[in-house]
């Protein structure tokens, strides 16, 4: 089945907070972080490792539901 990317977009960033990360797709394979203005190296390493799990999970649901992105 053939989606829009805005279908994309919308799962990630309800994913995305599920795993306590803010993101927002952009076009094409971008997406923006909305970190907040002071972090430590350590909250950047969890933001990424959380965003990683997202995007796992993602992948996932998209294979089980045989989607592709137009």
């Known amino acids: 089945m ?3 990317a805005t279908y994309f977009k919308k ?3 309800v994913l995305g907070e599920a795993e ?3 993101l927002r797709g952009l076009a094409n394979d971008t997406v ?4 907040p203005l002071i972090m ?6 969890e ?10 999970m993602l ?3 998209l294979r089980r ?3 592709t992105m137009v």
């Open 2 to 4: 053939i989606v829009p």
């Open 11 to 13: 799962v990630q960033a």
């Open 20 to 22: 306590g990360v803010i």
């Open 32 to 35: 923006a972080f909305l970190p």
């Open 40 to 45: 430590t190296k350590s909250e950047i390493n």
């Open 47 to 56: 933001m990424l490792a959380c965003t990683a799990r997202a995007l796992d």
């Open 59 to 61: 992948t996932v649901q």
């Open 65 to 67: 539901e045989s989607l």
